[in-house]
């Protein structure tokens, strides 16, 4: 090998070096052939599942939700206190940010994220009651929540995650959204478990959720298994 050529080498691995195999993995996506609850794209080493549609919202607004899921404990997590700034990214029909909005008043906001007019609509009417006008109707994108940089205490995402079409963008701008001591919260079903009766696609390891968040720029700072079928995992910015 020429000598110049190997020079120009060595200055393209010195150069990619500090950024580490698992950012350029953090890059990559993969197309594939779809499994039946997946669209074929694949990120760092998982298929992203189809989404949930609005026709869905039933499954939303279930009566043994909060049994099932136990909402009361998850909102003890949240460690929410008036005058926060929170968003709700994937909100759906607004059934947790109805439940977060008395937490953060007064002087709180609750920005409700989807990218589906649908559900923004029936988040509408659901929040008419007294005390929700807090709740702030989000329309994001696939690839961006579309909130003010700088903005948000705390950004959680319920059984949305594994849903993203463009993941790596979605964090980005996450990231950009929270304040300097901000918090992200991954609430995801336990794939370890096998008794959690959900689609395998629909579930995520902790493992997974850090490699993810990890590689996209965020610091894990603890998980807790309080909730029966689901990981809370937090992270900073």
């Given at each position: 090998?020429?000598?110049?050529?190997?020079?120009?080498?060595?200055?393209?691995?010195?150069?990619?070096?500090?950024?580490?195999?698992?950012l350029?993995?953090?890059?990559?996506?993969?197309?594939?052939?779809?499994s039946?609850?997946g669209?074929?794209?694949?990120?760092?080493?998982?298929?992203i599942?189809?989404?949930?549609?609005?026709?869905?919202?039933?499954?939303?607004?279930?009566?043994?939700?909060?049994r099932?899921?136990?909402?009361?404990?998850?909102?003890?997590?949240?460690?929410?206190?008036?005058?926060?700034?929170?968003?709700?990214?994937?909100?759906?029909?607004?059934?947790?940010?109805?439940?977060?909005?008395?937490?953060?008043?007064?002087?709180g906001?609750?920005?409700?994220?989807?990218?589906?007019?649908?559900?923004l609509?029936?988040?509408?009417?659901?929040?008419?009651?007294?005390?929700?006008?807090?709740?702030k109707?989000?329309?994001?994108?696939?690839?961006?929540?579309?909130?003010?940089?700088?903005?948000?205490?705390l950004?959680i995402?319920?059984?949305?995650?594994?849903?993203?079409?463009?993941?790596?963008?979605?964090?980005?701008?996450?990231?950009?959204?929270?304040?300097?001591?901000?918090?992200?919260v991954?609430?995801?079903?336990?794939?370890e478990?096998?008794?959690?009766?959900?689609?395998?696609?629909?579930?995520?390891?902790?493992?997974?959720?850090?490699?993810?968040?990890?590689?996209?720029?965020?610091?894990?700072?603890?998980?807790?298994?309080?909730?029966?079928?689901?990981?809370?995992?937090?992270?900073?910015?």
């Amino acid at each position: 090998m020429p000598t110049s050529r190997r020079l120009w080498l060595s200055a393209a691995v010195a150069i990619l070096a500090p950024f580490g195999s698992g950012l350029r993995a953090a890059e990559l996506y993969e197309n594939g052939p779809a499994s039946l609850d997946g669209i074929g794209k694949r990120y760092m080493g998982r298929e992203i599942s189809g989404v949930m549609g609005w026709q869905g919202a039933g499954w939303l607004e279930r009566e043994e939700r909060e049994r099932e899921e136990r909402t009361d404990v998850l909102l003890r997590l949240l460690q929410l206190s008036p005058g926060m700034v929170v968003a709700d990214i994937g909100a759906g029909t607004g059934y947790l940010a109805r439940r977060m909005a008395a937490q953060v008043r007064p002087g709180g906001q609750v920005l409700a994220v989807d990218v589906q007019p649908q559900m923004l609509r029936m988040l509408e009417k659901l929040s008419r009651e007294p005390g929700l006008e807090l709740i702030k109707p989000s329309l994001g994108a696939p690839d961006d929540v579309r909130l003010a940089a700088g903005t948000v205490d705390l950004a959680i995402m319920v059984d949305v995650y594994h849903e993203l079409a463009f993941p790596k963008e979605v964090l980005a701008s996450i990231r950009r959204a929270l304040k300097p001591t901000g918090r992200l919260v991954f609430v995801e079903y336990r794939a370890e478990d096998p008794k959690v009766p959900i689609k395998p696609l629909h579930k995520m390891s902790e493992a997974q959720v850090r490699r993810e968040a990890e590689a996209n720029g965020f610091a894990w700072q603890a998980t807790r298994n309080d909730l029966p079928w689901q990981h809370f995992i937090v992270f900073g910015r």
